[in-house]
């Protein structure tokens, strides 16, 4: 979330947001990150996610940013462990150390060791632990006979994906082809280039559950196991590289000197972000609560620990698995009444692959047609490049209102379906919520949807598309 439109009464108060399959810390760093200087309220985040690989990840970084905070350079080790496949003794000395401490911890002591920052409940500890337990229970040295070999089986996952990678690499400018190329191939995330013989560790928290478990499905059968039942092994999906997580416009633009690569300059944006995490952190203003449940049951937790309602309400692309109605359903009750411009956010990406009209790809002349507009835009001729760069001169509005409709009529998880398909105007009230027109103004929260052939580095798709819903008669 970035802030913006605020008014100065806002800088003063409290907020409170939900980030529902909330994924890596990507957009809590990223809100947090970007707080105004002058905003002195306090921000509590609740992030909840199903996925315990995940949130062992997430409450690890947490733990480290606070129990480290003294230590010279830890937001820079913090960047280089969220992204680097191999690492130096001393990041990983910081995660063995980390690792050892959260092991011993129940949530009481978890929440003193952070001063308040970080929530988690006994239950759900349990859990994490697992994860921590067979993190360090890894060989991680890359000497040894018996060492994870993490090098090698991130190799063995790109190659399923080599098409895409090599489709990517020829899209780049010829300037940023070779670095990236060579990051492929590497998957060192530094401050500055670094030789091999630098980094003798692989680093632990890139392994989950691994086999036929490695492709997520989207249900919580996939966690009935416990976490130290799935042998671990090399697990971070491409949708999670660095270059696909932040905006490569806003890495540009916080960059003021050149960069001798793309890592160094996107190590360094995540970095500064972190080190303004660290301030209202550690001066008691920045509070975390995690939960490790299903997105649709969090409300039974919320009303059983009495928690405060929502000012912002993310649920991630997960009405691609659930349906929208099911999620306006299931969070409306949670957003703040009192706050006129409390609003829930729904995204989805898979609505352009079932949509007959909605994907350009599949349309005759249409490619052609979006190529041509696009040269006349960028006056880049662009060719062999794949769909994507010309996807966003293709206006699909209208199919994307049909998916709207579509999708409220499906109901969703355990909601009957509607008998006759709803009117625009149904779906705008649904449920007795307001859809923002994205017709008519821009959403204020997350764009409706991202500009792609400006995003370079970006490997976007143009699938993405966002829709922000209100309470009735509030001016958001
Ligand atoms: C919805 S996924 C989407 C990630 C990315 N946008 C994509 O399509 O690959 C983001 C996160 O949601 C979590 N998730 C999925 N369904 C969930 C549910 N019902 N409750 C809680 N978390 C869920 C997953 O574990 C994952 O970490």
Same mark, same amino acid.
């Given at each position: 979330?970035?802030?913006?439109?605020?008014?100065?009464?806002?800088?003063?108060?409290?907020?409170?947001?939900?980030?529902?399959?909330?994924?890596?810390?990507?957009?809590?760093?990223?809100?947090?990150?970007?707080?105004?200087?002058?905003?002195?309220?306090?921000?509590?985040?609740?992030?909840?996610?199903?996925?315990?690989?995940?949130?062992?990840?997430?409450?690890?970084?947490?733990?480290?940013?606070?129990?480290?905070?003294?230590?010279?350079?830890?937001?820079?080790?913090?960047?280089?462990?969220?992204?680097?496949?191999?690492?130096?003794?001393?990041?990983?000395?910081?995660?063995?150390?980390?690792?050892?401490?959260?092991?011993?911890?129940?949530?009481?002591?978890?929440?003193?060791?952070?001063?308040?920052?970080?929530?988690?409940?006994?239950?759900?500890?349990?859990?994490?632990?697992?994860?921590?337990?067979?993190?360090?229970?890894?060989?991680?040295?890359?000497?040894?006979?018996?060492?994870?070999?993490?090098?090698?089986?991130?190799?063995?996952?790109?190659?399923?994906?080599?098409?895409?990678?090599?489709?990517?690499?020829?899209?780049?400018?010829?300037?940023?082809?070779?670095?990236?190329?060579?990051?492929?191939?590497?998957?060192?995330?530094?401050?500055?280039?670094?030789?091999?013989?630098?980094?003798?560790?692989?680093?632990?928290?890139?392994?989950?559950?691994?086999?036929?478990?490695?492709?997520?499905?989207?249900?919580?059968?996939?966690?009935?196991?416990?976490?130290?039942?799935?042998?671990?092994?090399?697990?971070?999906?491409?949708?999670?590289?660095?270059?696909?997580?932040?905006?490569?416009?806003?890495?540009?633009?916080?960059?003021?000197?050149?960069?001798?690569?793309?890592?160094?300059?996107?190590?360094?944006?995540?970095?500064?972000?972190?080190?303004?995490?660290?301030?209202?952190?550690?001066?008691?203003?920045?509070?975390?609560?995690?939960?490790?449940?299903?997105?649709?049951?969090?409300?039974?937790?919320?009303?059983?620990?009495?928690?405060?309602?929502?000012?912002?309400?993310?649920?991630? =692309?997960?009405?691609?698995?659930?349906?929208?109605? *099911?999620? #306006?359903?299931?969070?409306? !009750?949670?957003?703040? /009444?009192? &706050?006129?411009?409390?609003?829930?956010?729904?995204?989805?990406?898979?609505?352009?692959?079932?949509?007959?009209?909605?994907?350009?790809?599949?349309?005759?002349?249409?490619?052609?047609?979006?190529?041509?507009?696009?040269?006349?835009?960028?006056?880049?001729?662009?060719?062999?490049?794949?769909?994507?760069?010309?996807?966003?001169?293709?206006?699909?509005?209208?199919?994307?209102?049909?998916?709207?409709?579509?999708?409220?009529?499906?109901?969703?998880?355990?909601?009957?379906?509607?008998?006759?398909?709803?009117?625009?105007?149904?779906?705008?009230?649904? =449920?007795?919520?307001?859809?923002?027109?994205?017709? *008519?103004? #821009?959403?204020?929260?997350? !764009?409706?949807?991202? /500009?792609? &052939?400006?995003?370079?580095?970006?490997?976007?798709?143009?699938?993405?598309?966002?829709?922000?819903?209100?309470?009735?008669?509030?001016?958001?």
């Amino acid at each position: 979330m970035v802030w913006k439109g605020f008014e100065e009464e806002d800088m003063t108060r409290d907020y409170h947001v939900l980030s529902a399959g909330c994924g890596d810390l990507r957009n809590t760093v990223l809100t947090a990150g970007s707080l105004p200087g002058r905003y002195q309220g306090k921000l509590h985040i609740t992030l909840d996610d199903f996925d315990p690989f995940v949130m062992a990840r997430n409450v690890l970084f947490l733990y480290m940013l606070v129990r480290f905070a003294d230590t010279e350079g830890i937001e820079s080790s913090l960047t280089t462990i969220w992204y680097s496949v191999h690492i130096t003794k001393k990041e990983y000395d910081l995660i063995k150390t980390s690792l050892d401490e959260l092991i011993q911890m129940d949530a009481q002591n978890l929440h003193a060791a952070t001063k308040g920052f970080v929530s988690v409940l006994d239950a759900d500890l349990k859990n994490l632990s697992q994860v921590w337990e067979k993190w360090k229970s890894l060989e991680c040295q890359k000497a040894k006979r018996k060492s994870i070999r993490l090098g090698q089986q991130r190799k063995t996952l790109l190659d399923r994906e080599k098409e895409g990678v090599s489709l990517y690499l020829r899209r780049l400018s010829p300037e940023d082809q070779k670095p990236m190329f060579e990051w492929f191939d590497h998957g060192n995330f530094f401050p500055s280039e670094r030789s091999k013989s630098t980094l003798p560790f692989d680093n632990p928290t890139m392994t989950g559950r691994g086999g036929v478990d490695c492709t997520p499905f989207f249900s919580q059968a996939n966690y009935v196991n416990s976490p130290k039942d799935f042998t671990f092994v090399y697990c971070i999906k491409a949708s999670s590289f660095p270059f696909v997580a932040w905006d490569c416009l806003r890495v540009r633009e916080y960059t003021q000197r050149p960069c001798t690569s793309p890592m160094v300059m996107y190590h360094n944006y995540v970095t500064n972000l972190l080190k303004r995490v660290k301030n209202p952190t550690l001066q008691g203003r920045f509070f975390i609560h995690i939960f490790l449940t299903n997105c649709l049951t969090f409300p039974d937790c919320h009303s059983s620990l009495h928690m405060l309602n929502y000012d912002r309400i993310f649920t991630s =692309n997960l009405s691609d698995y659930v349906g929208i109605a *099911k999620l #306006l359903q299931t969070f409306k !009750p949670l957003l703040n /009444r009192k &706050n006129s411009k409390s609003v829930t956010v729904t995204e989805t990406i898979n609505w352009l692959e079932i949509v007959p009209g909605a994907d350009h790809s599949k349309i005759p002349d249409a490619v052609t047609q979006c190529i041509i507009t696009n040269f006349a835009d960028t006056q880049k001729l662009k060719s062999d490049f794949g769909y994507n760069d010309s996807r966003e001169y293709f206006n699909n509005i209208s199919r994307f209102l049909v998916y709207l409709r579509a999708d409220i009529m499906g109901g969703g998880l355990g909601m009957p379906s509607l008998k006759n398909v709803p009117s625009l105007s149904t779906v705008m009230n649904y =449920n007795g919520m307001q859809m923002r027109d994205f017709r *008519k103004e #821009l959403n204020r929260v997350v !764009p409706f949807k991202y /500009r792609t &052939n400006v995003r370079g580095l970006n490997p976007v798709n143009g699938f993405e598309r966002v829709v922000e819903w209100c309470l009735p008669d509030t001016d958001c």
